[in-house]
């Protein structure tokens, strides 16, 4: 599973363009590290990811907005560690929000 920050709301906005993404030598496994989300090319990638993500902590506190290839628990394993956050509320396309 991909996935990448694109909004972060509890800092200095250090953490946008973290994430699990392809590993640029074209292995099919990726790694942890940051992309320039102003490069057209990255921003078209991100915008391709199906899924949306919002990760909350348990006081309802809306940490990360994000980005995903599916719907999963990578991004928020990686916040819970991190920051505390404890749920993902998630959508594809105009679905409605669910809490993953």
């Given at each position: 599973?991909?996935?990448?920050?694109?909004?972060?709301?509890?800092?200095?906005?250090?953490?946008?363009?973290?994430?699990?993404?392809?590993?640029?030598?074209?292995?099919?496994?990726?790694?942890?590290?940051?992309?320039?989300?102003c490069d057209p090319d990255v921003k078209?990638?991100?915008?391709?990811?199906?899924?949306?993500?919002?990760?909350?902590?348990?006081?309802?506190?809306?940490?990360?907005?994000?980005?995903?290839?599916?719907?999963?628990?990578?991004?928020?394993?990686?916040?819970?560690?991190?920051?505390?956050?404890?749920?993902?509320?998630?959508?594809?396309?105009?679905?409605?929000?669910?809490?993953?």
């Open positions: 599973m991909y996935w990448v920050i694109t909004r972060d709301l509890i800092g200095t906005g250090d953490r946008v363009g973290l994430g699990f993404i392809p590993s640029l030598s074209g292995e099919k496994h990726g790694t942890h590290r940051f992309i320039n989300l078209a990638w991100v915008k391709s990811l199906p899924v949306e993500i919002r990760l909350y902590d348990d006081d309802d506190i809306l940490y990360y907005e994000g980005r995903a290839s599916e719907a999963g628990f990578d991004a928020q394993d990686w916040a819970e560690r991190n920051d505390g956050v404890t749920y993902t509320m998630w959508r594809s396309g105009d679905a409605d929000w669910e809490v993953l």
